[in-house]
């Protein structure tokens, strides 16, 4: 029984990291024996496009405590709508096809990939030179993060705390 436990948890585990990596699958237990099940990518997709148009800041970040503890605050502010993203790819996207975004915030520390957030930094800066980008990390002094900084990033530190935010919006999303 004690095996059976220990393999739905560990079943679970890889279900959430499965999931948090953009991997569609899942796993089911019974009678002790593991059956995978693939789940096909056209059954699930929608011919749904998703609408940005209310979008004023875009934060490409992984989740975990960043999101965490930025999210809940974001949501008590009616200026912010905004969109949370670990992929490189959708930041751009979204960002080129809305001009009304001017504002991305890009979390530096792991389980985010800072090389990644540099990537995405020096993209919107070809698209957009205008657009205002913020970082946000504990430990300013990393060579992406001093990277970034040099080239017009302006620094948010971490831990973002209630009054940060409020500056932050109040600075940039207040007319």
């Known amino acids: 029984?004690?095996?059976?436990?220990?393999?739905?948890?560990?079943?679970?585990?890889?279900?959430?990291?499965?999931?948090?990596?953009?991997?569609?699958?899942?796993?089911?237990?019974?009678?002790?024996?593991?059956?995978?099940e693939k789940?096909?990518?056209a059954e699930e997709e929608v011919d749904e496009v998703e609408?940005?148009?209310?979008?004023?800041?875009?934060?490409?970040?992984a989740e975990g405590p960043f999101t965490?503890?930025?999210?809940?605050?974001?949501?008590?502010?009616?200026e912010i709508y905004y969109v949370v993203t670990d992929e490189p790819d959708?930041?751009?996207?979204?960002?080129?096809?809305n001009p009304r975004i001017?504002?991305?915030m890009l979390d530096m520390d792991r389980p985010t990939n800072p090389a990644n957030?540099?990537?995405?930094?020096?993209e919107l800066k070809m698209l957009n030179p205008g657009m205002q980008v913020f970082y946000c990390t504990k430990n300013p002094m990393t060579v992406e993060a001093r990277n970034i900084q040099n080239k017009?990033?302006?620094?948010?530190?971490?831990?973002?705390?209630?009054?940060?935010?409020?500056?932050?919006?109040?600075?940039?999303?207040?007319?």
């Open 152 to 175: 017009g990033a302006k620094l948010i530190q971490k831990p973002v705390l209630r009054k940060t935010l409020d500056q932050f919006v109040q600075e940039n999303f207040k007319t």
């Open 117 to 122: 957030c540099v990537n995405v930094f020096m």
């Open 90 to 97: 959708k930041v751009i996207d979204i960002t080129s096809s």
């Open 102 to 104: 001017r504002f991305v």
């Open 1 to 36: 029984m004690a095996d059976k436990k220990n393999i739905n948890e560990l079943i679970a585990l890889i279900e959430r990291n499965k999931i948090a990596t953009g991997q569609n699958w899942s796993a089911k237990v019974a009678d002790g024996n593991i059956h995978e």
């Open 68 to 78: 965490q503890s930025l999210l809940p605050m974001l949501d008590q502010q009616d």
């Open 51 to 61: 609408d940005y148009s209310d979008t004023n800041l875009i934060i490409f970040a």
């Open 39 to 41: 789940e096909e990518e």
